[in-house]
């Protein structure tokens, strides 16, 4: 089993930039895609971005293109996410994991919160 710990996220101002930070337990997550998924309040959990083990990379709409840039250091095990341009409607708790489409392959993490409010 894989444990994820998600840190990075805060308060911030739209128009600001955070870098989300994932840290996984173990290195078998260099085998696997892996993939940033946010989750606002009221609504279900959605995924934003995706990485392969070799670094090819994909969005999951237009509101997180241009913004949003996922990669990975299978080295350090760790997945990141910067978002850029920050918007008051990415405010939800972003969490990583294994994936492919609407499969997952471990338990979530605790999440960071990203908060954008002027």
């Known amino acids: 089993q894989v444990q994820f710990v998600e840190s990075g996220g805060g308060l911030v101002q739209p128009g600001e930039s955070l870098r989300l930070t994932c840290a996984a337990s173990g290195s078998i997550i260099r085998l696997y895609p892996m993939g940033w998924y946010r989750q606002a309040p009221g609504k279900q959990r959605e995924l934003v971005a995706s990485?392969?083990?070799?670094?090819?990379?994909?969005y999951a709409d237009d509101s997180v293109k241009g913004r949003f840039t996922i990669s990975r250091d299978n080295a350090k095990n760790t997945v990141y996410l910067q978002i850029n341009s920050l918007k008051p409607e990415d405010t939800a708790v972003y969490y990583c994991?294994?994936?492919?489409?609407?499969?997952?392959?471990?338990?979530w993490g605790q999440g960071t919160q990203v908060t954008v409010s002027s």
């Open positions: 994991n294994g994936g492919r489409g609407s499969l997952t392959f471990w338990s």
């Open positions: 990485i392969t083990p070799g670094g090819s990379t994909s």
